[in-house]
């Protein structure tokens, strides 16, 4: 059974760091590409980037590429995302995915809920 | 940013209806090789986005076949064809053809 469980959610101050964190399972972790998606409360959901299988590529939507880092440690099995400079527009639930060939998430975590406030 | 454009963003139907959601790209979605990167997400209330239909028309594992999809170029369809209680909540569109993938506003099914 694949299974994506986030973590390192919480309440952060505004201009702060944070990293999250997507520990995998029931499937071969080097063999996908890997993503996050994010969803503001009330609100739609947001691509936020994607990672290949040997961290040789990495793409961001551009309004995020210079505040999120995407990060993967094939031999733990785990999927990061690395944010700084977070304001209060960043709140919001942050999903990791699993990416199919063609572009797709087949398999998403529960997600974590990220709280950017004094 | 290739923008996808769902239409309506509200659905309200009966139990047993057809329901029919549209999704519009500003750019075609065909790459070179011919294939079309445009799926559909359910996200039902208080939980997270579920695949539905891939690559326009191919239902995911477990998707039921009342769910169908169309369409080409920049303009598709996601149909379902009798509505259960367990397909109501936000449908959203995926584009993935281009860099960075886009998703739709979403369309909330709702019950009348």
């Known amino acids: 059974e694949v299974k994506l469980v986030e973590s390192g959610g919480g309440l952060v101050q505004p201009g702060r760091s944070l990293k999250l964190s997507c520990a995998a399972s029931?499937?071969?972790?080097?063999?996908?590409?890997m993503g996050w998606v994010r969803q503001a409360p009330g609100k739609g959901l947001e691509w936020i980037g994607e990672?290949?299988?040997?961290?040789?590529?990495?793409n961001y939507t551009p309004s995020l590429k210079d505040k999120f880092t995407i990060s993967r440690d094939n031999a733990q099995n785990t999927l990061y995302l690395q944010m700084s400079k977070l304001g209060s527009e960043d709140t919001a639930i942050y999903y990791c995915?699993?990416?199919?060939?063609?572009?797709?998430?087949?398999?998403w975590g529960q997600g974590v809920m990220v709280t950017v406030s004094s | 940013d290739v923008v996808m454009t769902q239409t309506p963003l509200s659905l309200p139907v009966s139990l047993g209806d057809q329901a029919s959601i549209s999704c519009r790209s500003s750019q075609s979605l065909v790459e070179s090789n011919g294939n079309t990167h445009l799926h559909w997400y359910l996200q039902k209330p208080g939980q997270l986005p579920q695949l539905l239909l891939y690559?326009?028309?191919n239902r995911f594992s477990g998707v039921p076949d009342r769910f169908s999809g169309s369409g080409s170029e920049t303009d598709f369809i996601l149909k379902i064809s009798r509505v259960e209680s367990e397909d109501l909540g936000v449908y959203y569109c995926l584009q993935s053809t281009h860099l960075p993938p886009t998703f739709g506003a979403g369309t909330k099914l709702e019950l009348k």
């Open positions: 995915a699993r990416e199919d060939n063609w572009g797709y998430f087949d398999y």
């Open positions: 990672i290949n299988q040997d961290s040789s590529t990495i």
């Open positions: 029931g499937f071969s972790f080097n063999d996908y590409w």
């Open positions: 690559k326009v028309s």
